[in-house]
């Protein structure tokens, strides 16, 4: 019985690991965002903060927002020179969260914790 709902645990913690990290890796194919959509998220996240912005050449870029004009976006990745991105060029606009990394290295202690658990008690 044990061995069993070991074994279901085990795996409910694998199923929900594929699914978060799996959907996040899988991405929409590359339409532009109308403009004004483009913007409209834009505007929102603000001047000053972080967001994520895919293009429809395929490039991301994190960076932070410096100006928000009327047909393009300002953006500055740390210390290196800004990059002007038309609202044409935009397919998906994220706020700039966690990096890859940091999500993966949760996952793995939170899977390494939830396995250790059932086995200390055995």
């Known amino acids: 019985m044990r061995q069993t709902c ?17 959907s996040s890796v899988a991405s929409a194919a590359d339409i532009p965002l109308a403009p004004e959509t483009a913007k409209k ?24 927002i410096v100006l928000i004009g009327e047909t393009a976006v300002v953006l500055q990745a740390g210390s290196k020179s800004t990059v002007e991105i038309p609202y044409s060029r935009v397919t ?4 700039g969260g966690m990096s890859k990394g940091a999500k ?9 914790v939830a396995l250790s658990i059932p086995a200390s008690r055995t």
């Open 6 to 22: 070991l074994w279901l645990k085990r795996g409910a913690v694998f199923a929900l690991f594929c699914g978060v990290f799996f």
């Open 41 to 64: 998220q834009l505007e929102t996240r603000g001047i000053g903060n972080t967001v994520k912005v895919k293009t429809t050449d395929g490039t991301e870029l994190r960076a932070k």
């Open 92 to 95: 998906a606009v994220k706020g």
């Open 104 to 112: 993966i290295a949760i996952w793995v202690g939170a899977i390494l």
